[in-house]
């Protein structure tokens, strides 16, 4: 069982910056593939940044250039990096595993159902 908790949103303006950070318990990342998804409000889910089992990452067009994600197996932890925050970016966050690891070469990056264990999602929002 893989608990995932996510932290560090918070409100900022546009342009600010903040960093998410998605902390694992029960197991290590090693060879998981993992994500970070947001849902605004009226909104479908939708994919931000994936890392595959084997380093390769993915980031949907809009946040390119901007979000940063990475990963310290050490600490167990996944951090998304947000800078030149705007208005469209406000959504709760959420971190997601599958626990059976993964490879962008065989499959999508942002396949909401592959994922096995979701956080409880840490809410950004940016202001004009």
């Known amino acids: 069982q893989v608990q995932l908790v996510e932290s560090g949103g918070g409100s900022v303006q546009s342009g600010g910056s903040l960093r998410l950070s998605c902390a694992a318990s029960?197991?290590?990342?090693?060879?998981?593939?993992m994500g970070w998804f947001r849902q605004a409000p009226g909104k479908e889910r939708e994919g931000v940044v994936s890392?595959?089992?084997?380093?390769?990452?993915r980031y949907a067009d809009s946040v390119k250039g901007r979000f940063t994600i990475s990963l310290d197996n050490a600490k167990n932890t996944l951090y998304l990096q947000m800078n030149s925050l705007k208005p469209d970016d406000t959504a709760m966050y959420y971190c997601?595993?599958?626990?059976?690891?993964?490879?962008?070469?065989?499959?999508?990056?942002?396949?909401?159902?592959?994922?096995?264990?979701w956080g409880q999602g840490t809410q950004v929002t940016v202001s004009s």
């Open positions: 997601a595993a599958d626990s059976n690891g993964c490879s962008f070469l065989f499959r999508g990056a942002f396949d909401i159902y592959e994922y096995n264990y």
């Open positions: 029960g197991h290590t990342y090693v060879r998981y593939c």
């Open positions: 890392i595959d089992s084997y380093g390769s990452t």
